[in-house]
C-alpha cells in the first residue's frame, strides 16, 4: 500500500510539470478551439499540460489509471487500484484571456474512491496549494510554506465564491436561486476556476464556495485541499469515469461545496 506522503509527491511533480507548460503562455499560440458549449474551451495549452503531466505519473507509477479532462480515461492491463483526476487547466477562459486564476489541478484515490492527496498549482499568481489525507493543507508561495486552516469563523462581510453553467437552462435556474443563496452574504466572486476557489476557502481568502454541475477532475484535488484545512466539504457523488462516468443530468444536479461549519447549511442538498 502506497502513503499519502509518497503519492503527494507524486503529485506535486506532476502538477509542477504541467504549470510549468502553462507558465510558457504565448497569446499567438493558443490554438483556441470550442468544445461545445459557448464558453467551454480547450487550446493547445490544455492538451499539452496534460500530456506533461501524465507523463509524470505514468513514469512514476505505471500501474495506475488515469482520467484526464482533455484525453479521457486510461486504465493498464493490471491496475493498482489508485487512479489520478488532472485538470491541466482549471480556468482555460481565464488563461486565453490573460486573466491570472487558472491551474493545474491533480489529485489521485484509492481502490475505494477516497481522495489521498492533491495539488493545485497556480503558476500566474506563484502559489502550490496541497494536501495529503490525515497531513493537513498547505501553501508554498514563493519559497514560504504556511499551513492552512481555512477562514475566520463570523467574520463581517462574508463573501460567497461560485460560478455559472455553461447551459442557459441551468443558468436560468441559478439565477432565479442567486438571492437566496447570497442571503447571509456581503458580497461574491466568480474568479473562473473551481479549483482555485476551493483552495481560497482553505486559505481564507473566500468563506464558502459552492457551485453545481462541477465535474470530478475540476473539484479532486480543491476538496481535499480545503478539507484538510478544516473546512466543512461536499463533493458530489458522481459516478466513476471507470463505470462510465456520471451522466449530464447527475452533474449538472449536483453541488461542491466548501465554508467554514456554521455557512453550511447555506447550500441546497
Known sequence: MTSASELLEVARQAAAAGAHVLSGRDGNALDASNKGAAGDWVTAY??????AVRDVISAARPGDSVTGEEQGTTR???????????????????????????ATSVAVADADGVWQAGVVNVPALGRVYYAARGQGAWLEERGVVSRLDGPVPGRAGQ?????????????????????????????VRRL????????MVADGTH???GERGLNEYDFSAGALIAEEAGCWVRRPRLTSPLDGGPTDDERLDAWTCAASL????KFPL
Open 46 to 51: 490544455d492538451v499539452a499540460a496534460e500530456s
Open 192 to 199: 473562473g476556476s473551481a479549483a482555485l476557489d476551493l483552495c
Open 262 to 265: 456554521e455557512l453550511s447549511g
Open 159 to 187: 463573501i460567497l465564491a461560485t460560478g455559472f453553467s455553461y447551459e442557459p437552462e441551468i443558468r436560468v435556474q441559478q439565477a432565479a436561486a442567486f438571492g437566496t443563496l447570497m442571503d447571509g452574504f456581503a458580497d
Open 207 to 209: 468563506d464558502a464556495y
Open 76 to 102: 493498464p492491463a493490471d491496475p493498482t487500484g489508485y487512479r489520478w483526476s488532472i485538470d491541466p487547466l482549471d480556468g482555460t477562459t481565464n488563461f486565453i484571456r490573460n486573466i491570472v486564476y487558472y
